[in-house]
């Protein structure tokens, strides 16, 4: 078949492109440029001298070509990833070429699945502590009381028994770190970083004391001789091979800012969305409690109870289907190459989108409409390898993904153990900014079990 070489895009106002469309609904206008022009389009925005020109890819094929088959053609060089290296380090989301791989190897070791499971007590603790606080509420908030929940379990793998020194200093600088990288990431111009701007500064000042609770933790253990524990901080601090050295400090507190950045609001995101739905579906929820009563009441949960838990994990990844935590993810080509019969040139912005693959409808049926079922094991093996892929795929994929699975799936059953949940918003306002994001409240009422 021949190569496609002018691509289909929309051609937007004659200065801006389709900048205005992007700013005022992003995730819709992706859906609605494939419904039009196909599962690869080309996007201007932005006026001349400032013009972002994207790629975007919603098929599945195309998605595994970037991600996994032409990987080393499709770098982490964009804007986005620069400003993400610049404000939390050269990290393991962040980092490429030897840095990456050195780090990768010393890293790996903390998230095999004997390493996972063993963080299961630390999720249950957390989880139970949040089914305690809302004993005598009659209403919560899901998207805020996951983002508490994710925040403190994701500290407390970090700093085991020093959790409370930091999670409070997270919690008050993640958001503006957060938030600074996403305007830098997305906006056609920057100010420099080292003029003295309100917004550079308070970004710097942010980064600072994260870093500093990390380097104070750090030093308080060595000092009384305890870094021997198995929290990712200490494992991190002694983690080294004949061949890749150690990590020194400031490589720590990169590794540990990316798994706050990577693993706090992404896993938050998938777990209030799962709730909201349930809290929508009566009949879903009451089959998903089922299973989590049926576990054994008198013991906290423990990772091997994740295979008593099948439509429980369905509901999860049908939730991570239709609000993906992730919705895009972006690289840069090095040389032009064909993706899904399309020439893409060299050094262009491509963008493959989690968002839009999840519901295509030539990979999905009736795709708006919530249904577990589409995870049994039948229905994914008789699926396209990607049209499924919330945490990424190929080299690059996602290390936290069995720790965020296992996270989420205790958690939710611990929740339905002892709640059941009405929703009172039926739609959640969203945004999408380095992450999924829901801008407004998801309450649900609850009413406790005995
Ligand atoms: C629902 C939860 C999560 C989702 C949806 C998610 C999604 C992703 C995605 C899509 C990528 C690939 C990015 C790219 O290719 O540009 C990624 C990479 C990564 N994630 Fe996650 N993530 C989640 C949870 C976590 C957790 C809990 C951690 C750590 C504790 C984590 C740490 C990382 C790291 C370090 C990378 C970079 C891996 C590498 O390049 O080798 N993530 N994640």
Known sequence: MAVITEIPGPKGLPVLGSILDLRRDT?????????????VVRVSAGPPGLRTVLHC?????????????QAANFRKDNQFYEELRLSAGNGLL??????YLRQRRLIQPMFTKRRVDGYAAAVTLEATATAESWR??????????????????????LFGADVEAAVDVIDRNF??????????GFSPANPPRNWPTPANRRAGAATGEVYAVCDRIIAERRAKGEDDGDDLLSLLSRAGSEQDGTLDPAEIRDQVLIFLLAGHETTATSMAFALHLLALHPEEQAKARQEADAL????????TDLDRLPYLTAVLKEAMRLFPAAPVIGRRSVEAAEIDGHLIPAGADVLIAPWVTHRHPGLWTDPDHFDPDRFTPEQEASRHRYAWFP?????????????SMLESVLAL????RSYELEAVDTEVPLAAGITLQATGPARVRLRARK
């Open 57 to 69: 890819v919603f098929s599945a094929e195309g998605a595994q070509q970037i991600l996994a088959s």
């Open 175 to 184: 958001p503006v770190i957060n938030n600074y990288v996403t305007q830098r």
């Open 27 to 39: 995730l819709g206008t992706f859906l609605r440029i494939r419904q039009e022009y196909g599962d």
């Open 296 to 303: 054994p009441p008198d013991r906290p949960l423990t990772a």
């Open 94 to 99: 962040t980092s490429q070429d030897a840095d």
């Open 391 to 403: 945490f990424g795929g190929g080299p690059r994929a996602c290390i936290g993904q069995h720790f």
């Open 413 to 416: 059953a611990v929740l339905l």
């Open 136 to 157: 005598d509420t009659a209403e919560v908030d899901v998207v805020q009381e996951m983002n508490h929940l994710a925040l403190r379990t994701v500290s407390r793998i």
